[in-house]
């Protein structure tokens, strides 16, 4: 299968029927070895282009996950960025909110972590939280301390889609460009992997029960997901469906999208002046006597 990244872009003001979006595609894979090479192929190219952002100083770049339990994330983050320095690359997991964070607005938390410039900033989880498990189980809305109780949700919901993208336009023109990935499991995929958390004992450590509540609410996260994607797909801050039931697959798109959101800033690392290459030229004759 030929990647075509445009075949995971939600286009800005569709609308998002994920019973209709693929889990798995074919493979853009031949074989294991293949899968190997084109990866590390990848991972090169990306550390090429984040040393490029870095010396620039032009732009930044976040990269943002969202999906249900068990769908990839962190095996996506560990594989595809593995050849990234880690001076220019900081990740971020957001859990529940503390104490703290429920004091201010429910952008705060995240803004205060967003990637300076020259530097790739990748959220696990993000603040798109607030539009998912928070519509997902009211509760958690409720006990946020809004001013005032709104006469419906909807007004609720549309008032942070329009946060949010009204957020994502500020960066962007602002120089940092944002990716958003969902990554899109199957029930039944997910099923498999709780039972591999179970059965190896390596992997004991990743599950909770946690894990079996929230996968009774699958229909509504579901719901959930296809109205934040609708609603925050813009042209300069996609959202990027990616088929996760394949890992591999996944891990392979996803380094594609990333690759390409940087090698579309047409970088270069900063010119060196006449005077600059005149104090060089003099340095290094010193150095070669």
């Known amino acids: 299968m030929k990647l075509d990244i445009r075949d995971f872009r939600i286009d800005e003001g569709s609308k998002v029927d994920l019973g209709k979006w693929p889990t798995v595609v074919g493979r853009v894979y031949k074989s294991r070895d293949d899968y190997h090479e ?6 090169a190219q990306l550390s090429i282009q984040q040393q490029l952002l870095y010396a620039s100083n032009q732009y930044s770049v976040l990269l943002i996950f969202q999906a249900m339990d068990a769908a990839g994330k962190d095996g996506i983050i560990r594989h ?9 690359c900081q990740v971020f997991s957001f859990k529940h909110p503390s104490a703290t964070e429920l004091q201010h607005d429910f952008l705060w938390r995240t803004t205060r972590d967003l990637p300076e410039r020259g530097r790739i900033g990748i959220f696990n989880r993000s603040y798109y939280e607030e539009v998912l498990i928070a519509r997902v189980h009211p509760d958690i809305l409720r006990n946020e301390g809004l001013p005032n109780k709104p006469r419906n949700d909807k007004v609720v919901w549309h ?3 329009r946060s949010i993208v009204d957020l994502e336009r500020h960066l962007h023109d602002n120089g940092t460009r944002i990716v958003k990935f969902f990554l899109h499991l199957s029930k039944e995929e997910q099923r498999k992997r709780f039972l591999d958390r179970i059965d190896e004992p390596e992997k004991n450590w990743k599950f909770s029960m946690a894990d079996i509540e929230e996968r009774q609410y699958w229909k509504q996260y579901m719901k959930a997901y296809e109205k934040c994607l609708s609603a925050t797909s813009t042209h300069d801050a996609p959202w990027y469906a990616v088929p996760a039931d394949d890992k591999e697959n996944a891990r392979l798109i996803v380094s594609q999208v990333i690759l390409n959101t940087l090698r579309n800033l047409k970088m270069r690392y900063p010119a060196t002046s006449e005077s600059r290459k005149r104090d060089l030229l003099a340095i290094r004759e010193q150095l070669s006597t």
């Open 38 to 43: 084109i990866l590390a192929d990848h991972v």
């Open 80 to 88: 595809v960025m593995s050849g990234v320095n880690p001076q220019g």
């Open 159 to 161: 008032s942070r889609y």
